[in-house]
């Protein structure tokens, strides 16, 4: 599991995912104490981190800000295929207190070869 908190903190990697296909993202993602404007995203990227689309974005008031971890999973569109720079981030936008939080665990990249 990783704790993201503490200014706009992020966590990414690129996973490679050449010599293969049909990839999926499925990932375990929290937050808590959420409020206004701050969020906790979960995004990816085909170019290595230049341009990035958010796969799932939590925000102040969204049944997912409880503190209890909820799965999800994501087919991606052709671009994730066979690529080198396949990159995943996950940040939290906003922070400005103590209490809030952005959890993610049990993160899988898959495809067919």
């Known amino acids: 599991m990783v704790r993201i908190r503490k200014g706009d903190s992020a966590l990414w990697r690129i996973i490679s995912t050449s010599g293969y296909t049909n990839i999926v993202v499925s990932f375990d993602m929290t937050a808590t104490g959420l409020d206004g404007d701050d969020n906790v995203q979960a995004l990816w990227s085909a170019d ?7 796969l799932k974005q939590i925000n102040a008031g969204d049944p997912e800000n409880d503190w209890t971890f909820h799965h999800f999973e994501f087919s991606l569109p052709s671009s994730a295929n066979d690529n080198s720079n396949f990159t995943l981030k996950f940040v939290i936008n906003n922070y400005d207190g103590y209490d809030e939080n952005g959890r993610v665990d049990n993160v899988v990249v898959k495809g067919t070869n």
């Not at 290595?48 to 958010?54: A, F, L, R, Y």
């Open 48 to 54: 290595g981190g230049t341009n990035w689309t958010v």
